[in-house]
Antibody
Framework: QVKLLQSGAALVKPGASVKMSCKASGYTFTDYWVSWVKQSHGKSLEWIGEIYPNSGATNFNEKFKGKATLTVDKSTSTAYMELSRLTSEDSAIYYC??????WGQGVMVTVSS | DIQMTQSPASLSASLGETVTIQCRASEDIYSGLAWYQQKPGKSPQLLIYGASSLQDGVPSRFSGSGSGTQYSLKISSMQTEDEGVYFCQQGLKYPYTFGAGTKLELK
């Protein structure tokens, strides 16, 4: 069955970067786009962007350009998202997702000194 | 960006009651709409895609309808396990956008 297993919670200092992972299993990794979604303080959801593992092609929400970098490692069926220049506004839960309706368990990122 | 406006923001319903949640898009999204349910501490779960198609494994008491800019999610008979927050999402144009959510509680 399709599974998306995300890395663990992260506590990071303001101004630093964080890289999180999303390991896919149960399907051909290169056949489906992987999206990333932000959920702040248990509130609503923001689509960050997506990556197509086969080619590395990406599409981004303009709001997250320069903030998020999406990459993949096809050899391990893992997608990555790196967030840079972190501020308190980046404290949130980040999900990786794959259509139709598969979501990872989420990564809680806390930005604090 | 396409704005998704959900209503109501919260509601409470009795067991067996019919519940309807509305979602309005700022422009025509041609049925490119999904509904999700999220429970505390859990990832969102897909209920409906393509405005009216029921995701595998989702109880048949859930249904979606609508077209153009107006969509709705109906729960035909409220159950205890239906408590949670419901989100709509448009998947027609980048960036994909979500509604602010509707919190559903059991009365």
């Amino acid at each position: 069955q399709v599974k998306l297993l995300q890395s663990g919670a992260a506590l990071v200092k303001p101004g630093a970067s964080v890289k999180m992972s999303c390991k896919a299993s149960g399907y051909t990794f290169t056949d489906y786009w992987v999206s990333w979604v932000k959920q702040s303080h248990g509130k609503s959801l923001e689509w960050i962007g997506e990556i197509y593992p086969n080619s590395g092609a990406t599409n981004f929400n303009e709001k997250f350009k320069g903030k998020a970098t999406l990459t993949v490692d096809k050899s391990t069926s893992t997608a990555y998202m790196e967030l840079s220049r972190l501020t308190s506004e980046d404290s949130a839960i980040y999900y990786c997702t794959r259509d139709p309706g598969y979501w990872g368990q989420g990564v809680m990122v806390t930005v604090s000194s | 960006d396409i704005q998704m406006t959900q209503s109501p923001a919260s509601l409470s319903a009795s067991l067996g009651e019919t519940v309807t949640i509305q979602c309005r898009a700022s422009e025509d999204i041609y049925s490119g709409l999904a509904w999700y349910q999220q429970k505390p501490g859990k990832s969102p779960q897909l209920l409906i895609y393509g405005a009216s198609s029921l995701q595998d494994g989702v109880p048949s008491r859930f249904s979606g309808s609508g077209s153009g800019t107006q969509y709705s999610l109906k729960i035909s008979s409220m159950q205890t396990e239906d408590e949670g927050v419901y989100f709509c999402q448009q998947g027609l144009k980048y960036p994909y956008t979500f509604g602010a959510g509707t919190k559903l509680e059991l009365k």
